[in-house]
């Protein structure tokens, strides 16, 4: 036999088997069980979300020799004629070659005669809009006050181009695009079927690459087990789609949060040594952000079965909800002007640093920073002396007792991790640390319970290292899992730059050109848009 491609063989045939158009199947069910049929249907939708299919499902349920029914046989001449395309009162035109008046009219002539082997006449339309003006116009008068005996289902992806006075005399329904999860979960039924070994996240990559489409994700299947050559993994499914590895973005969105440019252009350099596609990448980096932004404002969005739910809700406390907007409106401006960039990689890495130079609050400051009194950040207007408001004080260092060669620490935690040689989820870590003690080289550190997946051996092994740099003595490191009472460094920076935003939003709104604005033309000052500089 000759082969059989997925997205035929696994056609549902029935509406039970139908995936992810409940709404329709729902209707189309009640109207068939109460007998309450319409005689004319229009199925709107994107391509490959069950148009056709759901109208051939609906063709049998109006001839099943058993009966007109919600649940076909499957197993009478009339079923198995319409599953193979041989049925005589089943009549597919494709409106996309067939658009004239002359084959309208062919339609409407045969329209008055009665069906020859169903109960119903069926006439089937695909990409209906396709059609003249002259054809829709001959349709009007058959689709107002058609013969009995006669079902009209006409099917498109563009119904804004349907005149309305075809729409007005079709009962409508739109099906809706496949969320991810359940291509996914219809793949693995399908994998399980073919008895074919799969990784999942192979077919989750496959789901998304699909958009929405049940027919595009069976299509990149088939080329996917034909590009595997057995085994469907995800490492052969990301070189056949050109997919970027999440790792990397995350690696990337790690960097960002830490401040850390040489990190930031790492990753985007051995992206380069994997030819990676760069306009994927951003592509794919915006969808992160979105997530990342889910993740602040909506956490419950993300579903629990999300592989990279806790890295996602990780990042979401790293970001401001201002900055993640920020980046997300780089990336997608960074993948339009790719093509004009010297090179991808050019390309690519300048949109990288463009959000570090957007997301940088400040230039590294000297080890004695904290000691000294801060100044109101500067913002786009002269405040004066009087008008600025009153700052909230730092928290006191704790007094710790130093280590014999080291009296000039005092326990200020957080200025010694800003000294600290460290970058990416090794920083992380200690931004996210309390100090608890520190004698006798032994240095107990807390991480709150929403942060222990930083707690890894790896990162731990490199804050003990850079530690032990640092005092140019051996350090032992201790860090577990507990409250904390606010005094991390990731706290006393989100302090900072809150206390930062509310100065310089204040600078704004005393500022007099822009109190005139508001006073004599009604303005607002729209906050998001206030940056400290």
Known sequence: MSYQVLARKWRPKTFTEL?????????????????RLHHAYLLTGTRGVGKTTLARILAKAL???????????????????????RFVDLLELDAASNTGIDNMREILDNAQYAPTAGRFKVYLIDEVHMLSKAAFNSMLKTLEEPPEHVKFILATTDPQKIPVTVLSRCLQFNLKQMPPLLIVGHLQSVMTKENISFELPALQLLARAAQG??????????????????????????????????????????????????????AAERMEERSLSFEAALQDLGALLHKVALAQTIPEALGEDLPERAKLLELAQLFGADEVQLCYQIALHGRRDLSLAPDEFAGFSMTLLRMLAF????????????EMPRSTPPAKAVVSEEERPAETPAPAAKSITPLKNNSSF??????LVNQLKLGGMAKMLAQHCELKSFENGLMELCVPQ???HLMDKPYQDKLRAAVTEHFAEPVRLSITEGSVTGDTPAQIESREKQEKQSLAVAAIEQDPFVRTLVENFDAK???SSVKPL
């Open 19 to 35: 995936v992810g158009q409940e709404h329709v199947v729902k209707a189309l069910s009640n109207a068939l069980d109460q007998q």
């Open 525 to 527: 000052v729209i906050e």
């Open 63 to 85: 001839n099943c020799e058993t009966g007109m029914t919600s649940s076909p046989c499957g197993l009478c001449s009339a079923c198995r004629e319409i599953d193979s395309g």
């Open 359 to 370: 997301t940088l609050e400040e230039a590294p400051q000297p080890a004695v920073r904290r």
């Open 450 to 452: 929403e942060h222990r």
């Open 213 to 266: 489409s049940m027919r595009d994700a069976l299509s990149l299947l088939d080329q996917a087990i034909a590009y595997s050559g057995g085994m469907v993994g995800e490492t052969q499914v990301r070189d056949m789609l050109g997919s970027i590895d999440q790792t990397y973005l995350f690696e990337i969105l790690g960097a960002l949060a830490a401040k850390d440019g040489p990190s930031l252009i790492a």
């Open 410 to 415: 005092s326990g200020d935690w957080h200025g």
